[in-house]
Each structure stands twice: as C-alpha cells, then as structure tokens.
T-cell receptor, first 110, second 110 residues
C-alpha cells in the first residue's frame, strides 16, 4: 500500500463548478500535511498547509481527519487557471522528509 | 528573490557519461532534497541532507551520489549515466516544514 494515495483523475469540470479531492495516508504518526499544486512541466508549489481545525484560503478549503487518516481539498467556483495537478503531501518525521501522493489532475473547461 | 536555483536546466548525456547537478538555496535552510519525477509517477526522493556535511539515502538512491559541503549547496552526481535515469530532477529545501522547489533539470540519457 502506498503511504499517500490519491485518485489520479483526471477530473474534468466546467468553470464555476465545485470540486473536491481526497487523499489517504497510512502512517498514523504523520505530523504535517500540505497540498501542493504542480503545473505541466513546472515545479511543485505550496498551495496550502492543512490544519486539524480546517483552513480556508479564498476559494480553497482544506480539511484533515486524523481518525480516518484522510485529507481533503475543496475548490469552489473553479477557474480555467485552476487546471493543474494537485499533490497531497505528508510529513512523517523530524528530518523534514515529505511523502508525495501521485497527484490528482484537474481540468477546468469553459 | 532567488530561492532555490538548479543548474543546468536541460542536459543530454550519452550512456556512461558522468555529470553533476547543482542546487543552491539562499534561504539558510538546513534541509535539502533531490527528487526525480517520471511520467505517471509522483516525486521520488533520491537523497537528502539534514545539514552541512550530512547526507542520507532516500527511496531511489542507486546510481546517484550527493554532497553537501556547504550549507547552501547540494550536489547530485551521476557517475555513469544510464537511460533509466532519464527524468526531471527537482531540488528542494526547507527548514523542516513545507519545501521550496527549484524549477527542475530535464535530463535525457541516450
């Protein structure tokens, strides 16, 4: 079983739609959680950290469920510019090492 | 605002040649990482460093060596390049939380 699992998609949605991605992780000792965004042929960039209380940044909402060991990302009012691959990322130790999911591809269409 | 800088950005090698990829960061981060990313796969950790003078193996270290002689630099070496090492290589740095990425090196081995 992979340490971090995501549905690779692709998710094809119309502009303005709400879309949600889930991610599960296997290590219950995981400490920090992030969502990164990666555009085609570019480097991954931090989208947002994920906190136990949940957090929101504009149209993006991230949630963490420690009991079920999953993380979610909700995107409201999708824009064409949201088209990218979204990487679920987990930090499990004190070496700063991150475990990356395979990524979920989102394609927003006009 | 350099952040993490990788050189070179592109390179084509012949099988058996050697080369070194350079990663430099100006954020005074303790931790540095080298990843490779192949089509349909997530980021895989090659080697990492938790401080100047220290290195450790990641998930896929075979065929690569690294050195961290200065805190700001992390070098990735291929002693005898093989076609299986054709990939996009990303360097990242962090202070223990989320990681900042360079914009990648596209390496082809013929």
């Amino acid at each position: 079983r992979k340490e971090v699992e995501q549905d690779p998609g692709p998710f094809n949605v119309p502009e303005g739609a709400t879309v949600a991605f889930n991610c599960t992780y296997s290590n219950s000792a995981s400490q920090s959680f992030f969502w990164y965004r990666q555009d085609c042929r570019k480097e991954p960039k931090l989208l947002m950290s994920v906190y136990s209380s949940g957090n929101e940044d504009g149209r993006f909402t991230a949630q963490l469920n420690r009991a079920s060991q999953y993380i979610s990302l909700l995107i409201r009012d999708s824009k064409l510019s949201d088209s990218a691959t979204y990487l679920c990322v987990v930090n499990t130790g004190n070496t700063g090492k991150l475990i990356f999911g395979q990524g979920t591809t989102l394609q927003v269409k006009p | 605002n350099a952040g993490v800088t990788q050189t070179p950005k592109f390179r084509v090698l012949k099988t058996g040649q050697s080369m070194t990829l350079l990663c430099a960061q100006d954020m005074n981060h303790e931790y540095m990482y080298w990843y490779r990313q192949d089509p349909g796969m997530g980021l895989r950790l090659i080697h990492y460093s938790v401080g100047e003078g220290t290195t450790a193996k990641g998930e896929v270290p075979d065929g690569y060596n690294v050195s961290r002689l200065k805190k700001q630099n992390f070098l990735l070496g291929l002693e005898s390049a093989a076609p299986s090492q054709t990939s996009v290589y990303f360097c990242a740095s962090s202070s223990g939380g989320f990681q900042h990425f360079g914009d990648g090196t596209r390496l082809s081995i013929l």
